[in-house]
């Protein structure tokens, strides 16, 4: 699996060790998906957090019966929703693939994983 992509976002956020970059490539997983594929539905716990290789993406909420767009995703960006994947709450929000994407997906298991063994990374 190419994470290159992934790892250049990353690194512009925060440095990388080889080590933590070398356990980071065993926790993901490479999927394909086709258009309109729902990641999330909301009032799920969004599980994983996605960094798209290929493709485009949308969240969406409902307000007064109403579909209002909350966020866009292209090629190149991190994809998850923030307050639900972190604090593994309720999602207020959707996300729906506009086009066949190609993902790379990491799962709130694994990052806690990581970050328990390479503590050093979150501070």
Known sequence: MSSSGLFQSLVAIHPLS?????SLEKELVSLSLPKNHVLLEAPRIAEYA???????????????????IESFWKPGQIMTIP???????????????MEKSDLICLSHASLHRLFEKHHTCTT
């Open 50 to 68: 996605y960094f798209i290789k290929s493709g485009f993406a949308m969240s969406y909420s409902h307000q007064d019966g109403k579909k209002i």
């Open 83 to 97: 307050g639900s994947f972190y604090d593994q709450a309720p999602s207020t929000e959707t996300i729906q693939l």
């Open 18 to 22: 080889d080590d933590f970059k070398d």
